[in-house]
């Protein structure tokens, strides 16, 4: 049993060493003696994998011990799963554990009785801002990979939520674990921590260079890889660990490279190496685990990875999705899949360690620079920190490639030798400060600009800066924008100027949005708000909408003119009652309309035009202009234009996933993943909820526009045309097989109460379980399919 562990609930030593831990770290000795479990905070800046985890464990359960509560915040969403199941071992302590992901804007009630609460650090900020009563109670918070406030777009938030916990909590203790960066000291100092800063590894990490015949090792040892002509030289170094047994197994690798295209092609290359050396017993597995892997979702991307799974080789990268990602990390983690090509998200964060790290590309492309840029040094550091598997391998490798001597020379000066950049705060520019200005003033952090300015004096900004009067510059140009925008209102009478969020300010930043999008909505509702100057264009003699691109679009087709609301549970909402009838005005307000303006705010990610992309999408603006909102820039405006356009794509990515186009059409025709379609719709569902908010504070909007504001939304959520909508809110439906159901004449949610079981089950193509289900969902009270058979109707038959 660990010995020098107390304050700890009784009994937890015994449970780690149950675990084998048989004792601690030394970097975790070291957090101990710093006072880690007595409440006093610490910086632990120490290599990937060697238990930095555990280090905020005992914080965080020593802090539960004496009666408190803790914040655990890590960087990606998909670790808060993780880090959950992770914690809920400790749940026969009698400690519990919630995590908190989903949308921004809500206050997380039943957080409060949890003691330990896991989030992103865009979710701590937005708890923050709702009000969460529970924050006042935090003892202790813990920031995973806090060197991550280096990044520009999502670094300043934990640093201004942490700057927030702390000033909410004067007695917090603060433990932030990071990557071993070049200035742990100032991050240290910023948060009036201890540090503990460590290369001390569990496990032997060699790192060298390949070139040519052999892998030279930052210890001056060589090891003979020689590598044919015309042969590939990272299939040759995962075929040479594969060939290296130790412990009766042969070694896995991690290949790193620069781009999900090579991630793919990678992995498909790589069958042939892992292919030939599956065991029977390995093939079966594997083929067992592809079948899950397609039956995850039915697109190009599920059916390549399940090709390379079912020969041992894998890609992973975030345009998968997360379903396929967490089956391969576990298989991989299984010894079942050999080797797995990644992009560098990999190596932030999930643990799948492998015997050798291959990082193939040291450039990436980058978009803003225009160019290939070589990584940066904690990148690469992170990736061959996932070399060596603790209890597994003797030791791990990371091989960088070099295919000249003098690249090797400059990969050992730039990598190998060469320590981590130090951290820097993004904090002084204005994107960032636009939206955490208005959150500290909303929220009650300071009223007046000094107030402001001192509370910003918390953030490690202010602990780094050499030039004062940056921030205070950068604040001001915000504030200025924020004022002329109506967010906020300033008071220049007396000793320091006041400052207070509007009502409309309030809500911005309740729903978590950035002002500039809030603004950019709230300008394109106003367009089409009643002062007779929005566009009413587009609306065939029916008043109804015919998208252009519509093949299949029937002309008996009510469009969303008639749809009801049956099934739906929004009852409260004045603008909700009834369907708008046939008989209004046109519509003002298209779904394409709604969602380009969505995504010509800056909390979209655009997609990027390709070549070709601007003559195509100028075409599509000039015939779809009417149903955009607000002015076309000029041609001549390039870069507003351009933005225009990519906006416009990113639109009609949008406008195809919900008039049904499949996802692999979609994936194809702009050049996407899977997992990207998801993102982009979900952060467009996102926005149109907030713009329904929003719609409510433009003077002039009726209650048609706001209903088709929702229906717009409705239809990303599902993934379908109008007159799906009700079939697809049924659970296990979906947007395929409520097409299916509709075909077959089953039209509503109470159809399928009534419809011929037989009907139903041909529709599902015959599965059972499924249909049954899906009936029971409906609320049919006698849903079993026994005797049923689906051959027994013609209709269903059809389909
Ligand atoms: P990090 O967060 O630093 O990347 P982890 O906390 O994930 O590293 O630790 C890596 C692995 O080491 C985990 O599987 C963990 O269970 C194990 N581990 C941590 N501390 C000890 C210890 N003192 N003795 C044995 N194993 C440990």
Redo the contacts with the bound molecule.
């Keep these: 049993e ?1 010995s020098s562990l107390s304050g700890l609930p009784a009994g937890v030593g015994e449970a ?1 060493e149950a ?7 030394p970097p ?1 000795e070291a957090a101990v003696e710093a006072g880690v479990t007595d409440g006093e905070s610490l910086v632990a800046a ?10 905020a464990e005992l914080a965080m359960l020593s802090s539960i011990e004496r009666g408190g509560k803790a914040l655990y915040i890590v960087p990606l969403r998909a670790l808060a799963s993780e880090k959950k199941a992770e914690f809920e071992r400790w749940e026969e302590f009698d400690v519990t554990v919630g995590v908190s992901t989903g949308n921004y804007d809500s206050d997380g009630e039943w957080l409060a009785s949890r003691d330990i609460i896991v989030a992103t650090s865009e979710k701590v900020d937005s708890l923050i801002r709702n009000g969460a009563p529970w924050i006042d109670d935090l003892t202790c918070v813990v920031s ?1 990979e806090v060197h991550l406030v280096d990044d520009s777009h999502r670094g300043p938030t934990l640093e201004v939520t942490l700057a927030k916990l702390r000033k909410v909590n004067p007695g917090l203790q603060t433990v932030a ?1 990071s990557a071993t960066v070049g200035n742990a000291d100032v991050i240290a100092d910023w948060l009036d921590a201890e540090l503990v800063e460590s290369d001390w590894r ?1 496990i032997e990490l060699h790192t060298g260079v390949h070139f040519g015949n052999a892998i030279n090792f930052d210890d001056g040892s060589q090891r003979e890889v020689p590598v044919e002509r015309g042969e590939d030289q990272t299939a040759r170094l995962v075929a040479d660990a594969l060939d290296t047994e130790e412990d009766g197994q042969g070694g896995s690798s991690l290949v790193f490279v620069n781009s999900r295209r090579n991630a793919e092609s990678s992995a498909r290359k790589l069958t042939d190496v892992t292919g030939p050396r599956l065991t029977g017993d390995e093939r079966d597995r594997l083929r067992e685990l592809a079948e899950e892997i397609r039956g995850v979702s039915d697109t190009d991307t599920s059916e390549d990875l399940a090709d390379a799974v079912e020969e041992g080789s894998a890609f992973h990268h975030a345009g998968l999705a997360s379903e396929h990602r967490s089956l391969v990390e576990d298989a991989f983690r299984d010894r079942l899949i050999k080797c797995v090509s990644a992009t560098p998200t990999l190596a932030a964060g999930v ?1 799948t360690p492998a015997r050798r790290v291959i990082v193939r590309d040291w450039r990436r492309y980058d978009g803003e620079f225009g160019g290939m840029k070589p990584l940066d040094v904690l990148e690469v550091h992170q990736m061959c ?1 996932r070399a060596g598997r ?1 209890g597994l391998d003797p030791y791990g490798e990371a091989v960088l490639l070099a295919n000249n001597a003098d690249t090797r020379e400059e990969l050992f000066e730039r990598y190998v030798w060469a320590e981590a950049e130090p951290v820097r705060s993004k904090l002084a520019a204005e994107p960032a400060l636009r939206t955490h200005v208005l959150a500290t003033v909303a929220s009650g952090f300071a009223a007046t600009r000094d107030g402001l300015l001192s509370f910003l004096d918390n953030t490690l900004y202010a602990t780094q800066t050499d030039d004062e009067g940056r921030l205070a510059a950068v604040t001001d140009t915000v504030l200025d924008y924020l004022e002329v925008n109506g967010f906020v209102e300033r008071d220049r009478d007396g000793g320091s100027e006041g400052l207070a969020a509007t009502g409309i300010g309030h809500t911005v930043s309740r729903l978590y949005l950035d002002p500039m999008s809030a603004a950019e909505i709230l300008d394109g509702l106003r367009t089409v708000a009643d002062d007779g100057s929005g566009p009413v264009g587009s609306a065939d003699a029916d008043g109804e909408f015919v998208a252009a691109d519509d093949p299949t679009a029937d002309a008996d087709d009510p469009g969303f003119t008639t749809y009801t609301r049956a099934g739906e549970d929004e009852p409260d909402d004045p603008a909700s009652e009834g369907p708008a009838s046939a008989g209004d005005a046109a519509p003002a307000v298209t779904p394409l309309g709604l969602y380009h303006l969505v995504s010509r705010t800056p909390d979209t990610y655009e997609l990027y035009l390709k070549s070709g992309d601007r003559e195509e999408y100028t075409e599509v603006c000039y015939e779809r202009e009417a149903e955009l909102l607000g002015d076309t820039p000029s041609e001549y405006e390039d870069v507003r234009f351009e933005d225009w356009l990519a906006a416009l794509k990113t639109g009609r990515l949008l406008e195809d996933w919900a008039n049904e186009v499949d996802e692999d059409r979609i994936a194809e025709r702009y050049g996407v993943g899977p997992g990207d379609i998801r993102g982009k719709v979900d952060t467009a569902e996102w926005l149109l909820r907030a713009a329904e908010t929003l719609a409510r504070d433009v003077e002039g909007i009726d209650g048609d526009t706001v209903v088709q504001v929702r229906e717009a939304r409705k239809r990303l959520e599902y993934g379908v045309r109008e007159e799906l909508l009700d079939l697809a809110g049924v659970r296990n439906v979906g947007r395929k097989r409520a097409r299916r159901l509709y075909e077959a004449g089953i039209e509503s949610r109470a159809d399928l109460r009534e419809a011929d079981k037989a009907v139903v089950l041909g529709a599902l193509r015959g599965r059972e379980r499924t249909a049954e289900r899906i009936l029971e969902n409906a609320g049919r009270e006698d849903p079993s399919l026994d005797g049923v058979d689906p051959d027994s109707s013609a209709s269903a038959a059809a389909t």
Excluded: H
Aim: glycine share 12%; no cysteine.
């Design positions: 660990p780690l675990e084998g831990v048989a004792e601690l770290y975790q120490v290599p990937t994998a060697s238990g930095k985890t555990l280090i995973d674990l569990p643990n920190g603790p």
